[in-house]
Antibody, heavy 120, light 107 residues
Framework: VQLVQSGAEVKNPGASVKVSCKAS????????IHWVRQAPGQGLEWMGW????????NSAQKFQDRVAMTRDTSITTAFMELTGLKSDDTAVYFC??????????????WGQGTLVTVSS | EIELTQSPGTLSLSLGERATLSCRAS???????LAWYQQKPGQAPRLLIF???SGATGNPERFSGSGSGTDYTLTISRLEPEDFAVYYC????????FGGGTKVEMK
């Protein structure tokens, strides 16, 4: 199982960023993909998830009006787009798979992270 | 909405010592849907424990989890050099939230 994310981005305040997460070696549509971010020197912050099978999403209230999570099943890739970027959106953004084996087992596989820097 | 509070913020211990990390939830967590992760600098988190006490595949047996309701514990029985890292608890299920983390550093 592997999740490979797109490369680092530098964006101006007010811009948008779209991060990709390419999944391989498992059935992409069988596991939710979650997005988690980590500001420099800070802890982990849960952003939301997408169900790759249905396209359904759920996000933390903090991000609901600024985040869009989508997927393209033909290329087994999930995307997270964050709009209206501010300096405090500077962070490493991770995608992760929510594992299950008759019951949920936590985020069992993670991407390598994508650094998004917001600066003028 | 559930909040998770981890303590202590930093734990200073020596090789071979036992580490006990706490994660307290603001409300009862149903179905013990609580996980623990280890994160080293520059790396993605790694799943250690799920379901409060089940060990994830490939992790050493010195990592164990316990707890129910609102109080959960991660124990590292004897610290090895590679165990010095930051540890996060995570409630998953209908809602998701991470604790603030505990840094285990060498004394």
């Amino acid at each position: 199982v592997q999740l490979v994310q797109s490369g680092a981005e530098v964006k101006n305040p007010g811009a948008s960023v779209k991060v990709s997460c390419k999944a391989s070696a498992y059935t992409f549509t069988a596991f939710h993909i979650h997005w988690v971010r980590q500001a420099p020197g800070q802890g982990l912050e849960w952003m939301g998830w997408i169900n790759p099978n249905t396209g359904g999403t759920n996000s933390a209230q903090k991000f609901q009006d600024r985040v869009a999570m989508t997927r393209d099943t033909s290329i087994t890739t999930a995307f997270m787009e964050l709009t209206g970027l501010k300096s405090d959106d500077t962070a490493v953004y991770f995608c992760a798979r929510l594992g299950h084996d008759n019951k949920l087992v936590g985020l069992d596989y993670w991407g390598q992270g994508t650094l998004v820097t917001v600066s003028s | 909405e559930i909040e998770l509070t981890q303590s202590p913020g930093t734990l200073s211990l020596s090789l071979g010592e036992r580490a006990t990390l706490s994660c307290r939830a603001s409300q009862t967590i149903r179905s013990s849907s609580l996980a623990w992760y280890q994160q080293k600098p520059g790396q993605a988190p790694r799943l250690l424990i799920f379901d409060a006490s089940s060990g994830a595949t490939g992790n050493p047996e010195r990592f164990s989890g316990s707890g129910s309701g609102t109080d959960y514990t991660l124990t590292i029985s004897r610290l090895e050099p590679e165990d010095f890292a930051v540890y996060y608890c995570h409630h998953y299920g209908n809602s998701h939230v991470f604790g603030g983390g505990t840094k285990v550093e060498m004394k």
